[in-house]
Nanobody
Framework: QVQLVESGGGLVQPGGSLRLSCAAS????????MGWYRQGPGAQRDLVAI???????NYADSVKGRFTISRDNAKNTVYLQMNSLKPEDTAVYYC??????????????WGQGTQVTVSS
């Protein structure tokens, strides 16, 4: 089994910054993709940013230039630095990790979610 522990959410004023962290532990052979998703009230869960093992990244258009995803492979941890936050960034943020188990097998795991609220 794999556990993902998220931290770093909270309440911040518009224009402020937050840094989210997600640490993976447990039965981990190899981590492929790591990413962040978010789900606002009454909305579906959408991709925010994703990063490959080699460091290639992809972002939702709404966060490009404001958010930065990074990872520490030695610590099995993914980060999301969020700057210039807007009220529309308010959501529960979930990390997602793809674990490779060999023979072409993989499984995705979700964190428990952390609330980010942007409000004055």
């Amino acid at each position: 089994q794999v556990q993902l522990v998220e931290s770093g959410g909270g309440l911040v004023q518009p224009g402020g910054s937050l840094r989210l962290s997600c640490a993976a532990s447990g039965n981990i052979e190899s981590i492929n993709l790591m990413g962040w998703y978010r789900q606002g009230p009454g909305a579906q869960r959408d991709l925010v940013a994703i990063i490959t093992t080699g460091g290639s990244t992809n972002y939702a258009d709404s966060v490009k230039g404001r958010f930065t995803i990074s990872r520490d492979n030695a610590k099995n941890t993914v980060y999301l630095q969020m700057n210039s936050l807007k009220p529309e960034d308010t959501a529960v943020y979930y990390c997602n990790v793809q674990i490779l188990y060999g023979l072409g097998l993989s499984r995705n795991y979700w964190g428990q979610g952390t609330q980010v609220t942007v409000s004055s």
